[in-house]
């Protein structure tokens, strides 16, 4: 155990959940790349989640984990203590016209059990993260957001304090949203709109097949990794106009297909960078970089990540 390891350790609170020290971070990862994270803390449940942040010393960083999905977690790994929400914030209620999500629930799961109820959030179906990971970065596809159908969302701050945001408080827009860092969603409240659930399903299956015909779904990354232009709004305009989209600005520059060590520009989808197997976090960091750099050279154009890369290199 390193000095600085050693230290935290000996101002962890006692838990009854797991806490693990350095725990390998790339196994669970989407790109299966990053370093360690220096103390990993899987709450027991709620109480036990609000009591270890009240007494954790506020000079520990934390930092919330999802399903990994929008993680490029850098190869030095990621100081403090990383937090993830396990099965006992994975439950879903239905009321009669709004459907109450633990965030640690996968957004394909509860797409499918609210179809089963004739509830649309279909459009979760083809995201791979957690309800809590969907609302931090208010993800959507085709033209249908987290926004538009989220009520209300429950958190623990980092001193413990328990609160209850609407979605207007945490200012969701285009991938993103005013949540805090430090504080974790443990649950939130959906109005979603009512369809049959045969249809629903029709339309599932239809996304999940348009998805697979063009991107790289079944390859190492993280959707896409920068975020368009051409910006969003979350009524109207969708993800199909394509006037200032990232993947047509890297492919007019040239960049489609190409490599840094083992990293790669996705032949399919040139917004998506690919893990092809053994790439380091910095590689696939440093060709983002390349493609941001080449862009802005050749197109005069900003791209903004949206991946979230963390931690050490
Ligand atoms: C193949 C593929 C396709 C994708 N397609 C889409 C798409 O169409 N649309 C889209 O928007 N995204 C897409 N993504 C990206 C990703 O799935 C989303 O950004 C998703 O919202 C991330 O959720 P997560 O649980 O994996 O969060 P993580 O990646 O683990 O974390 C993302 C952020 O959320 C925070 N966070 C996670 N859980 C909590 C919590 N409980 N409380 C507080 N903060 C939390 C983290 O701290 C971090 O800041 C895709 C990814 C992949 C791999």
Redesign the pocket.
């Known amino acids: 155990m390193n000095k600085m390891c050693s230290l935290i350790a000996d101002h962890l609170p006692r838990t009854k959940g797991t806490i693990m020290e350095s725990y390998r971070l790339s196994a669970i990862s989407?790109l299966k790349v990053g370093g360690p994270a220096e103390f990993f803390f899987k709450p027991y449940d709620f109480n036990d989640l609000q009591s270890f942040l009240r007494e954790l010393d506020s000079s520990i960083p934390i930092?919330?984990?999802?399903?990994?999905?929008?993680?490029l977690i850098r190869d030095g790994g990621i100081p403090g203590v990383s937090i993830k929400?396990g099965k006992s914030f994975g439950k879903i209620e239905f009321g009669t016209d709004l459907i109450t999500v633990g965030?640690s629930m996968p957004a394909p799961k509860v797409a499918i059990l609210a179809s089963n109820r004739g509830f649309d959030l279909t459009f979760l179906r083809?995201?791979?993260?957690?309800i809590?990971?969907?609302i931090?970065?208010n993800?959507?596809?085709y033209g249908r957001y987290v926004s538009d159908h989220l009520e209300t969302v429950n958190v623990i701050e980092r001193n413990g304090r328990i609160s209850k945001f609407t979605k207007e408080d945490l200012k969701l827009s285009y991938?993103s949203s005013t949540?805090q860092?430090n504080?974790?969603?443990t649950s939130a409240t959906f109005r979603p709109d009512k369809k049959a659930p045969e249809v629903l399903r029709i339309e599932m299956d239809e996304a999940v097949n348009y998805r697979a015909s063009i991107?790289p779904?079944s390859e190492l990354?993280?959707?896409?990794a920068f975020k368009n232009p051409s910006g969003f709004s979350s009524r109207g305009k969708n993800d199909k106009d394509t006037r200032s989209s990232a993947w047509k600005l890297i492919d007019d520059a040239g960049l489609r297909g190409i490599t840094l060590g083992k990293a790669k520009v996705s032949e399919k989808h040139p917004n998506f960078l690919i893990n092809m197997g053994g790439a380091t976090a910095s590689e696939l960091e440093d060709l983002g970089e390349k493609i941001r750099e080449t862009v802005f050279k050749l197109h005069g154009v900003h791209l903004e990540w949206e991946i979230?890369v963390v931690g050490k290199r």
């Open positions: 989407w930092n919330v984990l999802g399903a990994c999905s929008n993680l929400l965030a083809t995201i791979p993260g957690t809590g990971g969907v931090k970065m993800a959507g596809c991938r949540l860092s504080c974790v969603v991107q779904t990354s993280c959707g896409s979230k």
